[in-house]
Antibody, heavy 118, light 112 residues
C-alpha cells in the first residue's frame, strides 16, 4: 500500500523549533520529488517546500525561507522538515505529499499539527 | 488570502448536481492545463479527485468531473451522495519547481 505517515508535530513557543518527519512506503521513494504543504486556519492549503529526488535541489515559500529546512533520507525513505524560529502564523496542519508531474498530489499523509503559542 | 479563489460553501440535495468554481490568473489556471481538485474529510488525508483539469485517477467515480475556461476551473459533482460532503480544494501548477503549486481556499460542500 502506498502510504505517507507524518509525525513530530506539537505545541511550541514562538521562536522555538520542531522537526517533522514523513515516512514513505509502498513506492519507489527515489523516483519522486517530495513536498510539504500546510493548512492554516482559515487560509486553506499552502505549499511550503519541495525537494528533488537526490536532495540536492529544494525550494521554499518566501515566508519560511531561512527558517525551515527540507531534507530527505532516501535510505530510510523519509522526508523531513526542520522548522526553526517558529511564529504564530506557522500554526497549521502540515502534510507531506507525493507530486505527479506538474504537481497534482496523488498521495498525501494524514497530517501533523503544529501549534505555535505561548 | 489564497492564490486561487473558491466559494466558501456550496450545497445540494442527494441526486442533484453542484459545481464549484476556482478562479486564478493568466499565470496559473489560465496558463496551464494542470488544475487539480482534492476532497478532504477533516482528520483524513486529502484525496486527489481530478488532475490535468478533467482526468480522474483510478477509483474516483465518474460523478466527479472537471473543466476549465480561461482563468476559471470548475469541479462538478453529479448525483450527489451523502459521502460527498467534504471540503474541496483546487490547485494549479504555477510554472516551475521554484514555486510549483498554488491552492484555493477550499469549498465546504454540504449535502442537504
Amino acid at each position: 500500500e502506498v502510504q505517507l505517515v507524518e509525525s513530530g508535530g506539537g505545541l511550541v513557543q514562538p521562536g522555538g523549533s520542531l522537526r517533522l518527519s514523513c515516512a514513505a512506503s509502498g513506492f519507489t521513494f527515489t523516483d519522486y520529488w517530495m513536498i510539504w504543504v500546510r493548512q492554516t486556519p482559515g487560509k486553506g492549503l499552502e505549499w511550503v517546500a519541495n525537494i528533488r529526488q537526490d536532495g540536492n535541489e529544494n525550494y521554499y515559500l518566501d515566508s519560511v525561507r531561512g527558517r525551515f529546512t527540507i531534507s530527505r533520507d532516501n535510505a530510510k525513505t523519509s522526508l523531513y522538515l526542520q522548522m526553526n524560529s517558529l511564529r504564530a502564523e506557522d500554526t497549521a496542519v502540515y502534510y507531506c505529499a507525493r507530486p505527479r508531474p506538474y504537481y497534482s498530489l496523488d498521495v498525501w499523509g494524514q497530517g501533523t499539527t503544529v501549534t505555535v503559542s505561548s | 488570502q489564497s492564490a486561487l479563489t473558491q466559494p466558501p460553501s456550496a450545497s445540494g440535495s442527494p441526486g442533484q448536481s453542484v459545481a464549484i468554481s476556482c478562479t486564478g490568473t493568466s499565470s496559473d489556471v489560465g496558463a496551464y492545463n494542470y488544475v487539480s481538485w482534492y476532497q478532504h474529510h477533516p482528520g483524513k488525508a486529502p484525496k486527489l479527485m481530478i488532475y490535468e483539469v478533467s482526468k480522474r485517477p483510478s477509483g474516483v467515480p465518474d460523478r466527479f468531473s472537471g473543466s476549465k475556461s480561461g482563468n476559471t476551473a470548475s469541479l462538478t459533482v453529479s448525483g450527489l451522495q451523502a459521502e460527498d460532503e467534504a471540503d474541496y480544494y483546487c490547485s494549479s501548477y504555477a510554472g516551475s519547481n521554484i514555486s510549483p503549486v498554488v491552492f484555493g481556499g477550499g469549498t465546504k460542500l454540504t449535502v442537504l
